[in-house]
């Protein structure tokens, strides 16, 4: 009888523990994910708009104005060009309510947001609330998604539709319900539909599917997710044929596949871990080594989500600063599956013997939290700052004065006026905000080697010449790209008596300190 009373007290002494940890782990969830979303949001909206627009950017706002019907830009900016037309139709919707760069990187910065919510919602379902919590937390301070999701890009839509393809995939491994996969092909035609390269994870989804040897998977069901696919996808074939221009998809592929390289091979293994964040990696592959006795069809579809995407891009001749973003919430929920359960009082004892026993185990992985979230989220602070730097990675922000410029051609310029720039990059920065045609000398007359997006100018003599282009921009940033075409607009100018009209200057220290006046954009005035 006594014994019975003994067990009966140290059950309720074990149950009486073990509530107080759940209630200390929900209560330290509900922190870490008040953090993410507060966190998040800050570094997606501070001075968001302290630049004005880089050339990508402004071909997707100039898009998204001719759908809202914008006067003068509607007649500048094709609608078809190069990608799908989803995100541009959203912003169509919010510029049609308030039409400004401010109301559209906002609307970028929000989508952002919500992928927060989805590594959260992935992470939770994967691992618990705990590990879902982490992984918003670093998915909302990475360096990484927070520079793309403040700009008008096309990639932080996609990556919000992967995210949520990878969501859905994760509820049809854990419920094994048809429609969740189903859900997966319909969430994965609209990421297509965002950005055409997402496609590339159909890739990852089959080899998920043919690895996860402990899941159900029917043939039917993979069919029927397919179809679904197929008709989220198919708005934007059909519009192109319909409207004419289905000559524009060839093209761009044609360029796509025969275009140089412009970047090193290494780019990626230079540039992207120190985004993505180096602790936040060091966490990531800790915890496949130790956990790799638990591995299930859970971190098979991880794995094959960042191999996949990492893959191809690698493999692929160009390199764009953003393209491997959709590895990113699956690399957060990994890093944050360790750490969620070192600090899940009620996990540690499924951790290796060896790594469970090790002294202040709790107390190094908190400190190792710490410095990895507050190493992310300095990085990111330093690079949300405004960049006044002639140089930068494409992709990382907005081109300094490019929108004073704007403004000032717009007041001051006639309307009917044509700009030649240095490149395609400035021209669509005068496009957008100077509402005047440009085009840039750097565009190849060659098909294989332009984005069949932009129209060359064949002989700028004879154009000048005739009075067809009336101004010549030299800008810096277009200039330490390609000096020969830099060097070429000012042989121009020179040769037609041009003019300085108007110019945009920064301030910046010297070798020795000193202040100086530096000019980023200079527009001349030509006259044959």
């Known amino acids: 009888m006594d014994n019975t009373i003994l067990k009966d007290e140290i059950t309720n002494k074990y149950i009486s523990v073990r509530e107080k940890v759940m209630v200390n782990e929900a209560l330290i969830s509900g922190l870490v994910l008040?953090?993410?979303?507060?966190?998040?949001?800050?570094?997606?909206?501070?001075?968001?708009?302290?630049?004005?627009?880089?050339?990508?950017?402004?071909?997707?706002?100039?898009?998204?104005?001719?759908?809202?019907?914008?006067?003068?830009?509607?007649?500048?900016?094709?609608?078809?060009?190069?990608?799908?037309?989803?995100?541009?139709v959203l912003l169509s919707l919010v510029y049609k309510i308030q039409f400004s760069d401010l109301a559209a990187r906002l609307l970028a910065a929000g989508i952002g947001v919500g992928t927060i919510f989805l590594t959260y919602q992935i992470g939770k379902t994967l691992y618990g609330r705990l590990p879902g919590a982490l992984a918003a937390l670093f998915i909302a301070i990475m360096p990484y998604h927070v520079i793309v999701s403040r700009q008008v890009l096309l990639d932080g839509p996609m990556v919000f539709f992967t995210t949520l393809t990878l969501y859905f995939l994760v509820r049809f491994g854990t419920s094994q319900k048809a429609y969740w996969l189903y859900f997966s092909g319909a969430a994965m035609g609209l990421a297509v539909l965002s950005k055409e390269t997402s496609i590339i994870l159909l890739g990852a989804i089959y080899a998920f599917l043919a690895l996860a040897s402990d899941l159900r998977v029917r043939i039917k069901d993979v069919i029927i997710s397919l179809l679904v696919w197929l008709l989220m996808v198919s708005p934007f074939p059909i519009s192109l044929i319909f409207s004419g221009v289905s000559t524009t998809g060839k093209n761009y592929l044609a360029w796509q596949l025969f275009r140089r390289p412009n970047h090193e091979w290494s780019f990626y293994l230079t540039n992207v871990p120190l985004m993505l964040g180096s602790l936040l990696i060091v966490a990531a592959v800790v915890g496949i080594a130790i956990l790799w006795r638990e591995r299930s069809w859970k971190e098979k579809l991880l794995y094959v989500w960042i191999v996949v995407t990492?893959?191809?891009?690698?493999?692929?001749?160009?390199?764009?600063?953003?393209?491997?973003?959709?590895?990113?919430?699956?690399?957060?929920?990994?890093?944050?599956?360790?750490?969620?359960?070192?600090?899940?009082?009620?996990?540690?004892?499924?951790?290796?013997?060896?790594?469970?026993?090790?002294?202040?185990?709790?107390?190094?992985?908190?400190?190792?939290?710490?410095?990895?979230?507050?190493?992310?989220?300095?990085?990111?602070?330093?690079?949300?700052?405004?960049?006044?730097?002639?140089?930068?990675?494409?992709?990382?922000?907005?081109?300094?004065?490019?929108?004073?410029?704007?403004?000032?051609?717009?007041?001051?310029?006639?309307?009917?006026?044509?700009?030649?720039?240095?490149?395609?990059?400035?021209?669509n920065i005068i496009q957008f905000y100077g509402e005047r045609k440009a085009y840039g000398l750097s565009v190849s007359p060659n098909p294989l080697h332009r984005n069949p997006s932009y129209t060359p100018i064949n002989n700028p003599d004879a154009q000048i010449r005739s009075s067809d282009l009336q101004y010549l921009v030299w800008d810096s940033f277009s200039a330490s790209r390609s000096s020969f075409f830099s060097d070429k607009v000012m042989a121009y100018v020179n040769k037609y008596n041009g003019r300085i009209i108007h110019e945009e200057t920064i301030v910046v220290n010297d070798a020795t300190g000193k202040p100086t006046v530096q000019p980023i954009i200079i527009i001349y005035e030509v006259h044959p």
């Open 34 to 88: 008040a953090l993410a979303f507060t966190g998040g949001i800050f570094l997606r909206v501070w001075q968001i708009n302290a630049m004005g627009f880089n050339t990508d950017e402004a071909v997707y706002s100039g898009q998204a104005a001719a759908l809202a019907g914008i006067p003068v830009l509607k007649d500048i900016f094709p609608i078809f060009r190069a990608h799908p037309l989803l995100f541009q």
């Open 310 to 427: 990492f893959a191809f891009f690698q493999l692929w001749p160009v390199k764009g600063f953003q393209y491997l973003l959709p590895l990113a919430p699956a690399v957060a929920v990994l890093a944050a599956r360790p750490i969620g359960k070192i600090l899940s009082n009620g996990f540690l004892e499924s951790l290796p013997k060896k790594i469970a026993a090790f002294p202040y185990m709790r107390l190094f992985t908190w400190a190792f939290t710490l410095a990895m979230v507050f190493s992310m989220a300095l990085f990111s602070w330093q690079r949300i700052q405004p960049n006044i730097s002639s140089r930068f990675l494409a992709g990382t922000g907005g081109v300094p004065g490019g929108r004073e410029a704007g403004a000032w051609i717009m007041e001051n310029v006639p309307l009917n006026a044509t700009f030649l720039t240095i490149g395609p990059s400035m021209a």
